[in-house]
């Protein structure tokens, strides 16, 4: 049976002198979710936005948005973000001191919460939270800037954390960051991914509508 697959276009490529126009027409273009890149110049060397964009966003798409928090401490961050409209918001498991909690503040804030794994970082703290999470999100690319080249060997991790997924039972999206194309999106999905961020795939061409049909296509 066709899995259900996601493609999330990352507003980090979109042009943020009419971020409210790139949303409506990705969402228009075919997009089911708006991922939301926020990095804070010290969990990651770059900086990009805060709640109040994704506030001023919210009124502008139906689409959920996806909070990818690359911000250390988490927390508060978290639950300005839960006030601003998120729908489903991301955090790095290094970047908390207590993992459990962070998890249950933002699932109490009524969000859906995901954990976000670097190229180089372990799986094993799916091994306490997995049945508390609703999105794994596996890095294809360092973390902090768009435009970068897909890692290969993801698709090694990504195909481990699906058999973690199948064999849990649980309802978990197994989200893909970084790198991905219309060229390599059916290979990520082969192993095993079913929502894809996308950042200057989609917003680094013209007709947004092809580049998300020309993804979905290659997967289905
Ligand atoms: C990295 C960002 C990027 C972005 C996607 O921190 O998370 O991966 O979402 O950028 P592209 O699709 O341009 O690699
Ligand atoms: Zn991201």
Not at 118 to 125: K, M, Q, R, Y
Request: proline share 5%; charged share 20%.
């Amino acid at each position: 049976m066709m899995k259900d697959i996601r493609i999330a276009p990352s507003i980090l490529s979109a042009d943020f002198s009419r971020l409210g126009e790139e949303v409506r027409s990705v969402e228009a273009a075919g997009a089911d979710l708006i991922h939301f890149d926020v990095m804070d110049n010290h969990y990651v060397p770059n900086l990009t936005f805060g709640p109040i964009v994704c506030a001023s966003i919210r009124p502008h798409t139906k689409l959920p948005i996806d909070v990818h928090l690359m911000v250390e401490p988490v927390d508060a961050l978290a639950m300005e973000f839960a006030k601003a409209g998120a729908d489903l918001i991301s955090f790095h498991p290094e970047a908390t001191q207590h993992v459990d909690r962070t998890i249950n503040l933002i699932k109490d804030s009524g969000c859906k919460v995901g954990m976000a794994f670097n190229p180089a970082s372990p799986l094993h703290v799916l091994d306490w939270t997995l049945d508390k999470i609703d999105l794994i999100l596996i890095m294809s690319v360092n973390p902090g800037f768009g435009g970068q080249s897909f890692l290969e060997h993801s698709l090694d991790k990504i195909a481990e954390v699906r058999d973690l997924i199948d064999l849990s039972g649980c309802d978990v999206w197994l989200e893909v960051d970084g790198g991905i194309k219309v060229d390599n999106i059916a290979s990520v999905a082969e192993a095993g991914a079913d929502t894809f961020v996308a950042g200057s795939a989609i917003f680094g061409g013209t007709d947004y509508k092809n580049i998300i049909s020309q993804m979905k296509n290659r997967i289905s």
